[in-house]
């Protein structure tokens, strides 16, 4: 995507995807899955998702997992609140922006 994905939108997203599942999911599936529309790296990844768990957005579990701890993340109510203001967002976001595209400008 030639698009720049700024903290907030990445934000977004990552609850998003955290929120289909309601026990929970881990990292690598998360990366999955948010490359499907974005590209993103582990590394970017996991400094997402610390800060939503450092700002009560997510919260995080272990599972053994062939011997070996699975750290998962859960969304909160307070993400689940968050979500909803970035969905609204968004979808005045890119009205105005698809408005735009197509040769008008979109009044509040």
């Known amino acids: ?4 994905t ?18 929970g999911t881990y990292g690598y599936k998360i990366t999955q ?3 499907q529309v974005i590209e993103l790296s582990e590394s970017t990844l996991y400094p997402v998702l610390r800060r939503l768990q450092k700002d009560e957005c997510l919260e ?15 969304v909160t109510e307070k993400g689940r609140v968050q979500l909803s203001l970035y ?10 922006i698809s408005g735009m595209f197509e040769g008008g400008i979109v009044h509040e």
């Open 1 to 4: 995507m030639v698009f720049n």
């Open 6 to 23: 700024g903290a907030a939108l990445l934000d977004a997203i990552v609850l998003a995807v955290v929120s289909n599942d309601p026990e």
């Open 33 to 35: 899955e948010v490359r």
């Open 60 to 74: 995080v579990y272990d599972v053994e997992c062939a011997g070996r701890n699975r750290r998962y993340y859960k």
């Open 87 to 96: 969905k609204s967002e968004w979808k005045k976001y890119s009205q105005k």
